[in-house]
Protein backbone atom coordinates (compact mmCIF):
# COMPACT_ATOMS: atom_id res chain seq x y z
CA UNK A 1 0.00 0.00 0.00
CA UNK A 2 1.19 3.59 -0.83
CA UNK A 3 1.88 6.13 1.84
CA UNK A 4 -1.45 7.76 -0.07
CA UNK A 5 -3.73 5.72 -0.16
CA UNK A 6 -2.77 4.60 3.48
CA UNK A 7 -4.11 8.30 4.20
CA UNK A 8 -6.13 8.11 1.73
CA UNK A 9 -8.21 5.01 3.86
CA UNK A 10 -7.48 6.52 7.27
CA UNK A 11 -9.53 9.49 6.51
CA UNK A 12 -11.97 7.42 5.52
CA UNK A 13 -12.16 5.46 8.67
CA UNK A 14 -11.79 8.57 11.06
CA UNK A 15 -15.20 9.89 8.69
CA UNK A 16 -17.03 6.55 9.90
CA UNK A 17 -16.01 7.07 13.49
CA UNK A 18 -16.99 10.65 13.58
CA UNK A 19 -20.33 9.69 12.35
CA UNK A 20 -21.18 6.42 14.37
CA UNK A 21 -19.20 7.40 17.28
CA UNK A 22 -15.95 6.15 18.74
CA UNK A 23 -17.25 4.16 21.51
CA UNK A 24 -19.81 1.97 18.74
CA UNK A 25 -16.96 0.64 16.41
CA UNK A 26 -13.91 -1.82 16.90
CA UNK A 27 -11.05 -1.21 14.12
CA UNK A 28 -11.32 -3.65 11.87
CA UNK A 29 -8.22 -6.29 12.60
CA UNK A 30 -7.90 -5.51 16.09
CA UNK A 31 -8.43 -7.29 19.25
CA UNK A 32 -10.91 -4.56 20.50
CA UNK A 33 -14.43 -5.61 21.07
CA UNK A 34 -17.35 -2.82 20.04
CA UNK A 35 -18.70 -0.97 23.19
CA UNK A 36 -22.14 0.10 23.71
CA UNK A 37 -22.92 2.76 25.33
CA UNK A 38 -25.61 4.89 27.29
CA UNK A 39 -25.03 8.02 27.80
CA UNK A 40 -25.97 9.80 31.13
CA UNK A 41 -25.34 13.43 32.18
CA UNK A 42 -25.16 13.56 35.89
CA UNK A 43 -26.24 17.22 36.69
CA UNK A 44 -25.70 18.76 40.28
CA UNK A 45 -23.83 22.03 42.22
CA UNK A 46 -20.48 19.88 41.80
CA UNK A 47 -18.77 22.39 43.92
CA UNK A 48 -21.08 21.44 46.89
CA UNK A 49 -21.70 18.71 48.48
CA UNK A 50 -25.20 18.10 47.13
CA UNK A 51 -23.54 17.58 43.79
CA UNK A 52 -20.72 15.39 45.13
CA UNK A 53 -23.22 13.24 47.08
CA UNK A 54 -24.97 12.53 43.36
CA UNK A 55 -22.06 11.96 41.73
CA UNK A 56 -20.15 9.89 43.71
CA UNK A 57 -23.16 8.23 43.99
CA UNK A 58 -23.68 7.72 40.45
CA UNK A 59 -20.06 6.42 39.84
CA UNK A 60 -20.73 4.00 42.77
CA UNK A 61 -23.50 2.32 41.35
CA UNK A 62 -22.45 2.42 37.67
CA UNK A 63 -19.15 0.51 37.95
CA UNK A 64 -21.59 -2.25 40.06
CA UNK A 65 -23.42 -2.16 37.24
CA UNK A 66 -20.86 -2.17 34.68
CA UNK A 67 -18.36 -4.70 36.61
CA UNK A 68 -21.47 -7.25 36.29
CA UNK A 69 -22.18 -6.75 32.33
CA UNK A 70 -24.07 -3.73 31.81
CA UNK A 71 -27.20 -3.41 30.76
CA UNK A 72 -29.20 -5.73 28.28
CA UNK A 73 -30.90 -3.90 25.74
CA UNK A 74 -32.39 -6.22 23.44
CA UNK A 75 -29.95 -8.86 23.44
CA UNK A 76 -26.62 -6.63 23.53
CA UNK A 77 -24.38 -5.64 25.73
CA UNK A 78 -24.28 -1.81 26.87
CA UNK A 79 -22.14 -0.26 29.18
CA UNK A 80 -23.16 3.14 31.62
CA UNK A 81 -21.15 6.04 30.53
CA UNK A 82 -21.68 8.84 32.80
CA UNK A 83 -20.37 12.60 32.63
CA UNK A 84 -20.42 14.78 35.44
CA UNK A 85 -22.13 18.68 34.61
CA UNK A 86 -22.31 21.46 37.17
CA UNK A 87 -25.58 23.03 37.66
CA UNK A 88 -23.94 25.80 40.16
CA UNK A 89 -28.05 25.43 41.14
CA UNK A 90 -27.89 26.75 44.68
CA UNK A 91 -26.77 29.83 43.30
CA UNK A 92 -28.04 30.20 39.88
CA UNK A 93 -31.22 29.27 38.61
CA UNK A 94 -29.86 30.46 34.80
CA UNK A 95 -26.53 28.36 35.16
CA UNK A 96 -28.70 25.01 35.49
CA UNK A 97 -30.40 26.13 32.43
CA UNK A 98 -27.52 25.93 30.82
CA UNK A 99 -26.34 22.94 31.97
CA UNK A 100 -29.70 21.12 31.19
CA UNK A 101 -29.32 22.47 27.76
CA UNK A 102 -25.57 21.61 27.34
CA UNK A 103 -26.65 17.90 28.36
CA UNK A 104 -29.48 17.51 25.98
CA UNK A 105 -28.16 19.59 23.40
CA UNK A 106 -24.31 18.53 23.56
CA UNK A 107 -23.29 15.96 25.53
CA UNK A 108 -25.66 13.23 23.16
CA UNK A 109 -27.81 12.33 26.45
CA UNK A 110 -29.69 9.47 26.42
CA UNK A 111 -31.29 10.01 29.70
CA UNK A 112 -30.75 12.38 32.76
CA UNK A 113 -30.19 12.50 36.38
CA UNK A 114 -29.76 16.01 38.02
CA UNK A 115 -32.09 17.96 40.98
CA UNK A 116 -31.04 20.04 43.68
CA UNK A 117 -33.07 23.21 44.01
CA UNK A 118 -36.38 23.14 43.25
CA UNK A 119 -36.50 26.44 41.79
CA UNK A 120 -33.70 25.57 39.29
CA UNK A 121 -35.72 21.71 38.79
CA UNK A 122 -38.38 23.60 37.75
CA UNK A 123 -36.69 25.37 34.80
CA UNK A 124 -34.87 22.40 33.86
CA UNK A 125 -37.58 20.02 33.49
CA UNK A 126 -38.87 22.50 30.89
CA UNK A 127 -35.92 22.21 28.86
CA UNK A 128 -36.21 18.24 29.00
CA UNK A 129 -39.29 18.07 28.19
CA UNK A 130 -38.23 20.53 24.97
CA UNK A 131 -36.02 17.75 24.52
CA UNK A 132 -37.79 14.77 25.18
CA UNK A 133 -35.19 13.22 27.31
CA UNK A 134 -36.48 11.44 30.59
CA UNK A 135 -34.87 13.22 33.67
CA UNK A 136 -34.57 11.61 36.58
CA UNK A 137 -35.03 13.74 39.96
CA UNK A 138 -32.74 13.20 42.46
CA UNK A 139 -32.87 15.70 45.22
CA UNK A 140 -35.96 18.52 44.61
CA UNK A 141 -38.76 18.68 46.73
CA UNK A 142 -40.96 21.23 45.89
CA UNK A 143 -45.12 19.57 45.08
CA UNK A 144 -45.26 21.80 41.25
CA UNK A 145 -43.22 19.54 39.66
CA UNK A 146 -45.44 15.97 40.04
CA UNK A 147 -48.37 18.69 39.60
CA UNK A 148 -46.81 19.45 36.31
CA UNK A 149 -46.37 15.85 35.41
CA UNK A 150 -50.25 15.43 36.60
CA UNK A 151 -51.68 18.23 34.69
CA UNK A 152 -49.85 18.32 31.53
CA UNK A 153 -48.89 14.68 31.39
CA UNK A 154 -47.94 14.75 27.55
CA UNK A 155 -45.46 17.47 27.98
CA UNK A 156 -43.93 16.65 31.01
CA UNK A 157 -44.21 12.94 31.14
CA UNK A 158 -40.47 12.81 30.94
CA UNK A 159 -40.19 13.68 34.20
CA UNK A 160 -39.57 11.01 37.13
CA UNK A 161 -38.96 11.94 40.84
CA UNK A 162 -37.13 9.17 43.36
CA UNK A 163 -36.33 12.01 45.97
CA UNK A 164 -38.46 13.94 48.50
CA UNK A 165 -41.74 15.39 47.67
CA UNK A 166 -43.14 18.44 50.58
CA UNK A 167 -46.11 16.90 50.52
CA UNK A 168 -47.92 15.48 54.00
CA UNK A 169 -46.41 12.52 54.22
CA UNK A 170 -42.47 13.42 54.83
CA UNK A 171 -44.20 16.56 56.75
CA UNK A 172 -46.02 14.56 59.34
CA UNK A 173 -42.92 12.09 59.42
CA UNK A 174 -40.79 15.62 60.52
CA UNK A 175 -43.65 16.47 62.96
CA UNK A 176 -43.56 13.43 64.25
CA UNK A 177 -40.09 13.58 65.22
CA UNK A 178 -40.56 17.03 66.73
CA UNK A 179 -43.28 15.28 68.74
CA UNK A 180 -41.15 12.53 70.18
CA UNK A 181 -38.65 15.14 70.85
CA UNK A 182 -41.17 17.26 72.47
CA UNK A 183 -42.36 13.87 74.65
CA UNK A 184 -39.23 13.39 76.08
CA UNK A 185 -38.86 17.37 76.80
CA UNK A 186 -42.00 17.32 78.54
CA UNK A 187 -41.57 14.52 80.69
CA UNK A 188 -37.65 15.19 81.76
CA UNK A 189 -37.85 18.82 82.12
CA UNK A 190 -42.00 18.78 83.03
CA UNK A 191 -42.29 21.77 80.74
CA UNK A 192 -46.51 21.06 80.13
CA UNK A 193 -46.69 23.24 77.07
CA UNK A 194 -43.43 23.34 75.26
CA UNK A 195 -42.77 26.36 73.07
CA UNK A 196 -40.99 26.13 69.47
CA UNK A 197 -39.56 28.32 67.35
CA UNK A 198 -39.45 27.40 63.66
CA UNK A 199 -36.19 28.35 61.20
CA UNK A 200 -37.01 27.56 57.29
CA UNK A 201 -34.79 28.21 54.77
CA UNK A 202 -36.28 31.62 52.31
CA UNK A 203 -36.95 28.75 49.46
CA UNK A 204 -39.53 27.38 47.52
CA UNK A 205 -39.50 24.09 48.73
CA UNK A 206 -39.71 25.38 52.06
CA UNK A 207 -43.06 27.62 51.89
CA UNK A 208 -45.47 25.42 52.37
CA UNK A 209 -43.61 24.50 55.81
CA UNK A 210 -44.35 27.67 57.32
CA UNK A 211 -48.05 27.54 57.02
CA UNK A 212 -48.09 24.02 58.07
CA UNK A 213 -46.35 25.08 61.17
CA UNK A 214 -48.97 28.10 61.97
CA UNK A 215 -51.69 25.46 61.59
CA UNK A 216 -50.18 21.67 63.09
CA UNK A 217 -48.38 23.07 65.55
CA UNK A 218 -51.07 25.29 67.70
CA UNK A 219 -53.05 21.90 67.31
CA UNK A 220 -50.43 19.28 68.33
CA UNK A 221 -50.67 21.45 71.67
CA UNK A 222 -47.42 23.09 70.96
CA UNK A 223 -46.71 26.94 71.64
CA UNK A 224 -45.54 28.61 68.52
CA UNK A 225 -43.19 31.53 69.78
CA UNK A 226 -41.94 32.18 66.05
CA UNK A 227 -41.21 31.75 62.00
CA UNK A 228 -37.90 32.53 61.02
CA UNK A 229 -36.60 32.50 57.38
CA UNK A 230 -32.92 33.03 56.73
CA UNK A 231 -31.71 33.19 53.48
CA UNK A 232 -31.06 29.58 52.02
CA UNK A 233 -27.12 30.88 51.30
CA UNK A 234 -26.59 32.83 54.84
CA UNK A 235 -23.32 32.22 56.27
CA UNK A 236 -24.14 34.34 59.65
CA UNK A 237 -26.73 33.73 61.90
CA UNK A 238 -26.47 35.02 65.33
CA UNK A 239 -29.15 36.93 65.05
CA UNK A 240 -31.88 34.75 64.46
CA UNK A 241 -30.38 32.11 67.15
CA UNK A 242 -30.05 35.50 69.45
CA UNK A 243 -33.91 35.70 68.76
CA UNK A 244 -34.78 31.77 69.10
CA UNK A 245 -33.06 32.26 72.24
CA UNK A 246 -34.78 34.87 73.50
CA UNK A 247 -38.14 34.11 72.08
CA UNK A 248 -38.12 31.24 75.08
CA UNK A 249 -38.53 28.21 73.19
CA UNK A 250 -37.45 24.90 74.15
CA UNK A 251 -37.87 23.34 70.71
CA UNK A 252 -37.11 23.99 67.19
CA UNK A 253 -38.36 22.59 63.90
CA UNK A 254 -35.46 23.69 61.77
CA UNK A 255 -35.26 23.10 57.92
CA UNK A 256 -32.21 24.33 56.95
CA UNK A 257 -30.77 22.36 53.30
CA UNK A 258 -28.04 25.44 52.23
CA UNK A 259 -25.25 26.47 53.44
CA UNK A 260 -27.49 28.10 55.91
CA UNK A 261 -27.81 25.36 58.06
CA UNK A 262 -24.01 24.89 59.37
CA UNK A 263 -24.10 28.98 60.38
CA UNK A 264 -27.81 28.08 62.29
CA UNK A 265 -26.01 25.50 64.19
CA UNK A 266 -22.79 27.52 64.88
CA UNK A 267 -24.53 29.97 66.33
CA UNK A 268 -27.22 27.76 67.80
CA UNK A 269 -23.63 25.64 69.72
CA UNK A 270 -21.90 28.91 70.67
CA UNK A 271 -24.84 30.82 71.94
CA UNK A 272 -25.97 27.79 74.07
CA UNK A 273 -29.97 28.02 73.14
CA UNK A 274 -31.49 26.21 75.32
CA UNK A 275 -33.54 24.29 72.77
CA UNK A 276 -33.35 21.22 71.25
CA UNK A 277 -33.26 21.05 67.56
CA UNK A 278 -34.81 18.66 65.36
CA UNK A 279 -35.68 18.93 61.20
CA UNK A 280 -33.18 18.70 59.03
CA UNK A 281 -29.77 20.81 58.67
CA UNK A 282 -28.84 19.09 55.14
CA UNK A 283 -25.16 19.60 56.01
CA UNK A 284 -24.86 18.18 59.21
CA UNK A 285 -25.76 14.62 57.22
CA UNK A 286 -21.99 14.42 56.27
CA UNK A 287 -19.57 12.55 58.78
CA UNK A 288 -16.46 15.89 58.00
CA UNK A 289 -19.90 18.04 59.55
CA UNK A 290 -18.34 17.37 63.31
CA UNK A 291 -14.57 18.67 61.80
CA UNK A 292 -16.04 21.56 59.84
CA UNK A 293 -17.64 22.97 62.98
CA UNK A 294 -15.66 21.79 65.49
CA UNK A 295 -18.32 19.58 67.50
CA UNK A 296 -20.79 22.43 67.37
CA UNK A 297 -22.71 20.13 66.24
CA UNK A 298 -22.89 18.02 69.54
CA UNK A 299 -26.71 17.38 70.27
CA UNK A 300 -28.15 18.50 66.75
CA UNK A 301 -30.72 16.25 65.22
CA UNK A 302 -31.83 16.29 61.58
CA UNK A 303 -33.86 13.48 59.36
CA UNK A 304 -32.07 11.83 56.47
CA UNK A 305 -32.20 9.84 53.74
CA UNK A 306 -30.15 7.17 54.86
CA UNK A 307 -28.42 5.72 57.85
CA UNK A 308 -26.42 2.64 58.71
CA UNK A 309 -29.29 0.74 59.60
CA UNK A 310 -31.52 -1.82 57.67
CA UNK A 311 -33.99 0.32 55.81
CA UNK A 312 -33.81 -2.40 52.97
CA UNK A 313 -32.13 -5.48 53.02
CA UNK A 314 -29.43 -3.63 50.87
CA UNK A 315 -28.99 -0.36 52.83
CA UNK A 316 -25.99 -1.39 54.66
CA UNK A 317 -23.70 -2.97 51.70
CA UNK A 318 -24.76 0.34 49.62
CA UNK A 319 -23.53 2.40 52.72
CA UNK A 320 -20.54 0.57 53.29
CA UNK A 321 -19.20 0.51 49.86
CA UNK A 322 -19.94 4.36 49.64
CA UNK A 323 -17.88 4.99 52.88
CA UNK A 324 -14.75 2.37 51.64
CA UNK A 325 -14.94 4.24 48.41
CA UNK A 326 -14.96 7.71 49.47
CA UNK A 327 -14.09 7.92 52.86
CA UNK A 328 -17.64 9.52 53.89
CA UNK A 329 -21.07 9.00 54.38
CA UNK A 330 -23.47 8.64 51.79
CA UNK A 331 -25.32 11.79 51.81
CA UNK A 332 -29.19 12.60 51.24
CA UNK A 333 -29.27 12.46 47.35
CA UNK A 334 -26.71 9.53 47.30
CA UNK A 335 -29.74 6.47 47.60
CA UNK A 336 -32.09 8.06 44.73
CA UNK A 337 -29.44 8.50 42.24
CA UNK A 338 -28.87 4.98 43.04
CA UNK A 339 -32.44 3.84 42.72
CA UNK A 340 -32.47 6.10 39.88
CA UNK A 341 -29.82 3.73 37.98
CA UNK A 342 -30.86 0.75 39.11
CA UNK A 343 -34.72 1.59 37.45
CA UNK A 344 -33.18 2.77 34.37
CA UNK A 345 -31.42 -0.76 34.26
CA UNK A 346 -34.72 -2.43 34.83
CA UNK A 347 -37.21 -0.12 32.51
CA UNK A 348 -34.87 -0.38 29.27
CA UNK A 349 -33.93 -4.37 29.87
CA UNK A 350 -38.03 -4.63 30.06
CA UNK A 351 -38.12 -2.46 27.23
CA UNK A 352 -35.26 -3.92 24.75
CA UNK A 353 -34.70 -0.69 23.54
CA UNK A 354 -33.56 2.80 24.84
CA UNK A 355 -36.47 4.17 22.79
CA UNK A 356 -37.27 6.94 24.90
CA UNK A 357 -41.24 6.50 24.52
CA UNK A 358 -41.15 2.45 25.83
CA UNK A 359 -38.39 3.12 28.15
CA UNK A 360 -41.46 5.80 30.28
CA UNK A 361 -43.90 3.36 29.77
CA UNK A 362 -41.53 0.53 31.53
CA UNK A 363 -40.35 3.00 34.25
CA UNK A 364 -43.93 3.31 35.00
CA UNK A 365 -43.89 -0.29 35.53
CA UNK A 366 -40.99 -0.22 38.03
CA UNK A 367 -41.09 -1.89 41.35
CA UNK A 368 -37.47 -2.38 42.96
CA UNK A 369 -35.75 -2.77 46.01
CA UNK A 370 -32.83 0.15 46.38
CA UNK A 371 -31.11 1.20 49.64
CA UNK A 372 -34.26 3.83 50.61
CA UNK A 373 -36.45 1.36 50.43
CA UNK A 374 -38.83 -0.05 47.92
CA UNK A 375 -39.06 2.37 44.53
CA UNK A 376 -42.20 2.22 42.75
CA UNK A 377 -43.64 5.44 40.62
CA UNK A 378 -46.79 6.42 40.81
CA UNK A 379 -49.12 5.83 38.50
CA UNK A 380 -49.62 8.38 35.66
CA UNK A 381 -53.31 8.59 36.82
CA UNK A 382 -52.86 8.60 40.20
CA UNK A 383 -52.41 12.37 42.89
CA UNK A 384 -48.81 11.54 42.39
CA UNK A 385 -47.50 10.58 38.97
CA UNK A 386 -43.94 9.61 38.93
CA UNK A 387 -43.47 10.15 41.94
CA UNK A 388 -41.94 7.59 44.82
CA UNK A 389 -44.16 7.45 47.88
CA UNK A 390 -42.90 7.41 51.23
CA UNK A 391 -44.70 5.17 54.00
CA UNK A 392 -45.77 1.74 54.51
CA UNK A 393 -44.71 -0.84 52.57
CA UNK A 394 -42.35 2.00 50.70
CA UNK A 395 -39.41 4.12 52.79
CA UNK A 396 -38.97 5.51 55.41
CA UNK A 397 -36.70 8.60 56.26
CA UNK A 398 -34.37 8.40 59.57
CA UNK A 399 -33.54 10.90 61.87
CA UNK A 400 -29.91 11.18 63.81
CA UNK A 401 -28.50 13.35 66.23
CA UNK A 402 -25.20 13.77 66.79
CA UNK A 403 -23.23 12.97 69.70
CA UNK A 404 -19.56 13.10 70.53
CA UNK A 405 -19.13 12.87 66.65
CA UNK A 406 -20.73 10.12 65.93
CA UNK A 407 -24.72 10.33 64.28
CA UNK A 408 -26.56 7.69 66.23
CA UNK A 409 -30.38 7.00 64.47
CA UNK A 410 -32.93 7.77 67.01
CA UNK A 411 -35.79 8.14 65.47
CA UNK A 412 -38.12 6.10 63.67
CA UNK A 413 -38.61 4.34 67.42
CA UNK A 414 -41.88 2.96 67.16
CA UNK A 415 -43.44 5.94 69.42
CA UNK A 416 -47.49 6.38 69.55
CA UNK A 417 -48.65 8.74 66.97
CA UNK A 418 -49.48 12.82 68.07
CA UNK A 419 -53.31 12.53 67.22
CA UNK A 420 -53.44 15.50 65.26
CA UNK A 421 -51.15 13.68 62.67
CA UNK A 422 -53.01 10.80 62.67
CA UNK A 423 -56.23 12.19 61.77
CA UNK A 424 -54.35 14.47 59.11
CA UNK A 425 -51.90 11.63 57.70
CA UNK A 426 -53.87 8.50 59.08
CA UNK A 427 -51.09 6.47 56.47
CA UNK A 428 -48.26 7.69 59.11
CA UNK A 429 -49.49 5.28 61.37
CA UNK A 430 -46.51 3.01 60.16
CA UNK A 431 -44.31 4.96 61.95
CA UNK A 432 -45.98 3.72 65.34
CA UNK A 433 -44.23 -0.11 64.69
CA UNK A 434 -41.49 1.04 62.37
CA UNK A 435 -37.72 0.53 64.45
CA UNK A 436 -34.57 -0.22 62.44
CA UNK A 437 -32.27 -2.51 64.47
CA UNK A 438 -29.52 -0.32 65.91
CA UNK A 439 -31.51 2.46 66.84
CA UNK A 440 -30.58 4.30 70.17
CA UNK A 441 -32.37 6.25 72.82
CA UNK A 442 -32.16 10.61 72.11
CA UNK A 443 -30.63 12.80 74.56
CA UNK A 444 -31.65 16.76 75.35
CA UNK A 445 -28.39 19.07 75.03
CA UNK A 446 -27.20 18.78 78.65
CA UNK A 447 -26.71 22.41 78.70
CA UNK A 448 -30.58 23.13 77.68
CA UNK A 449 -31.19 20.13 80.80
CA UNK A 450 -29.24 22.32 83.05
CA UNK A 451 -30.94 26.04 82.19
CA UNK A 452 -34.55 24.53 82.31
CA UNK A 453 -33.96 23.06 85.62
CA UNK A 454 -33.04 26.38 86.96
CA UNK A 455 -35.34 28.44 85.38
CA UNK A 456 -38.62 27.53 85.43
Known sequence: MTGKQFFKKAAMLLACLAMVGFSQIAIPGSKA??????????????????????????????????????????????????????????????????????????????????????????????????????????????????????????????????????????????LSDLDFVGQIIKKELGIEKVKVAVVLDKAAYADPLAGVAKGMLPAMGYELVGIWRPSYSAKDLFAEASAVKTSGAQLIWGVLSGPSGQ????????????????????????????????????????????GRVDQSPTTIDFYDRYFERFGEKPGWGSPFVEGALLALKDAIERAGTLDTEKVIVELEKTDLIFSNGRLKFGAKDSDLPHQVPYGEGYRSLVSFQWRDGKQLIYFPAAAPLNKVIYAKSPQSHYLEKLKFKGTVDYQLPPWMVDYWKKNQ
Not at 267 to 287: C, E, F, I, M, N
Not at 290 to 300: D, H, L, P, S, V
Request: overall charge neutral; hydrophobic content about 40%; some cysteine.
Open 33 to 174: EAVNKIRIPVLGPSKFYPGQYQWNAAVLTADLINRQGGVNVGGQKYMLDLVEIDTNDLLSVSDAVNAMERACSMENADFIIAGARSEATLAMMDIAADHKKIYLDVNSAHPNQIKRVKEDYDRYKYFFRISTIVDFTIISYS
Open 263 to 306: AFVNAWSKLKVPAAYVGTVTDSQRHAFWKTTGGAANYIASYDSI
